[in-house]
C-alpha cells in the first residue's frame, strides 16, 4: 500500500494584496514505500505547498492527504506532532542552530525525545559517520561549508528513525555540484536506511539517476507522473 497518498488535494491561500491564490489544485498523488520520489517544477508551481502538506506544516482546503494508513486531514494538533515524529524534514536553509555545534544539533532532537546521554553519543556519532562528517563533530554550523551544513541537517532529521523524509533542494543555496552531492546521500539514505523520500529538485540529470518515480508539477497540477525512466525517456 502507498505510503503517502494524497487524493484531490486543493490548496488556496487568501492574502492580502494578491486574492485567493490556488496553490495545488486537484492533487492526486502515491508514493510507494521505499521509493525516491522526486517532485519537479518551474518556480511557484506549488512544489513546496505539496511537501509542507505531508508533514502538515499546511493543511489542506479540500481533499486527503493520508500518511502511513492516517489520514492527516482528520487529526487534531497533538496527533499531527505524533506523525511529525515519523517524518524528517531538511530545509533549503539548513535551519541549524548557531550556538550549537555539528554533535549539539544532532542531538538535539535525541534530546528532546528523552533519549540518555550514552544513547545520544552513539546514535550521533552513527549518523555523523554515515554522512561523512564526524570530523566536524565539534565545529560551530558557520565554520562548515554549505555542503556540510547540509549534511548535518540530514543527520539531524534522521536522528529518530523516521520512515519518510521531506527534502526541499529546489533554490540554489548550494552550487549545482553540492546540490548532486546532496542527492547522491539521499539516495543512500534510501536504499542502506530504507528510508522513503520525497525530494524536490531542479536538477535534473540527478534526477534520472536517484529517482524511481517523478512527478511534473505546473501552475498546482500534476501534468505528468510516473517511472523516472518513462517520465524522462526519449522519445
Ligand atoms: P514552488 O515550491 O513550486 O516554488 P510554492 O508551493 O512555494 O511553489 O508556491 C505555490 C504558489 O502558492 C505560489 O504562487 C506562491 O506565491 C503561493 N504561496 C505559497 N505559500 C504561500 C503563503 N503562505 N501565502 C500565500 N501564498 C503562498
Ligand atoms: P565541501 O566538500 O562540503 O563542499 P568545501 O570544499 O566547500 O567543503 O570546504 C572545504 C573546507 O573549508 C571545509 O573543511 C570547510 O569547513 C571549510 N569552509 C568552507 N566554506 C567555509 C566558510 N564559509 N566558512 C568557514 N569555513 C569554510
Redesign the pocket.
Known sequence: RPLIELRNVTKAFHTAGRGTITALDGIDLTVDAGDVFAIIGYSGAGKSTLVRLVNALEHVTSGQVIVDGTDLTTLGERRLREVRRGIGMIFQQFNLLRSRTVFGNVAYPLKIAGWSKPEIEKRVAELLKFVGILD?AW?YP???????KQ?VGIARALATNPKILLADESTSALDPE?TA?VLRLLKRVNTELGVTIMVITHEMEVVREIADRVAVLDSGRIIEQGDVLDVFADP
Open positions: 566536524r565545529h558557520d565554520q562548515l561549508s554549505g555542503g556540510q549534511r553540492t552531492d
